[in-house]
């Protein structure tokens, strides 16, 4: 079946440890999303790509950063993660379509900074 | 900015009990979404809502579309305790290069009881 992958499942990190979290498609979608959802709040976008167009949230920090290397594949780095970065990070992806960009979501991965 | 806010935020019911939860939004948009989202899990697709005067059943849940008042409202029929989780609504924008980024809700965190 065509779905959204994300690896791993669960991460566990040092305070000020750069981590990379994984997403893979085989939906062959051209746009892939990375959020953001931190216990008890709403997602909240952190970037998306458009092919390989880049898009930052204004309010983004600079500490996250993202890698799409082909259509199949995008990363998520967090250079230097701080306590406040742990949370469920969920990978959307969309095509363009006549009904807009339905996005399909990942399972998450939950990021523990210890 | 995008502003999307629901109520109630926490919700609790009796089973066999009918509710409304409801969600308005600040500026037009292309698409609305209805996900649920168990505990430590990613996202489920409810409903998607494309049009003004647009109403979807599956079970227990209906969801309905009002774009002139920016509001969209999920009601609970004859609620059971398998509904019990939280209830995202997301707003999407296609223009420009929004590409369909989702904008959510808070949350409305539903508990059935019996």
């Known amino acids: 079946d065509a779905m959204v992958i994300q690896n791993p499942r669960y991460q566990v990190t040092q305070f000020g440890k750069p981590v990379t979290l994984s997403c893979s498609q085989t939906?062959?979608?051209?746009?892939m999303y990375w959020y953001q959802q931190k216990s008890s709040q709403a997602p909240k976008l952190l970037f998306h790509y458009y092919d390989k167009d880049f898009n930052n949230e204004a309010d983004t920090p600079d500490n996250f950063q993202s890698r799409r290397p082909n259509t199949s594949f995008c990363f998520l780095d967090i250079r230097s993660p701080g306590l406040g970065d742990a949370a469920m990070y969920l990978c959307?992806?969309?095509?363009?379509?006549?009904?807009?960009?339905?996005?399909?979501f990942g399972p998450g991965t939950r990021l523990t900074v210890t | 900015e995008l502003k999307v806010e629901q109520n109630p935020l926490f919700l609790s019911m009796q089973e066999g009990k009918n509710y409304t939860i409801y969600c308005n939004y600040s500026?037009?948009?292309?698409?609305l979404y209805w996900y649920r989202q168990d505990p430590g899990k990613s996202l489920e697709s409810l409903f998607v809502l494309l049009s003004n005067g647009a109403v979807k059943q599956e079970g227990r849940l209906m969801a309905s579309l009002d774009t002139k008042a920016r509001l969209s409202t999920l009601h609970i029929t004859a609620a059971v305790h398998d509904l019990s989780a939280t209830y995202f609504c997301?707003?999407?924008?296609?223009?420009?290069?929004?590409?369909?980024?989702?904008?959510f809700g808070q949350g409305t965190i539903l508990t059935v009881h019996p």
């Open positions: 959307a992806t969309s095509r363009t379509s006549r009904r807009g960009y339905e996005q399909y």
């Open positions: 500026t037009t948009s292309d698409r």
């Open positions: 997301a707003v999407a924008l296609d223009i420009g290069t929004s590409y369909g980024k989702l904008t």
């Open positions: 939906l062959n979608h051209n746009v």
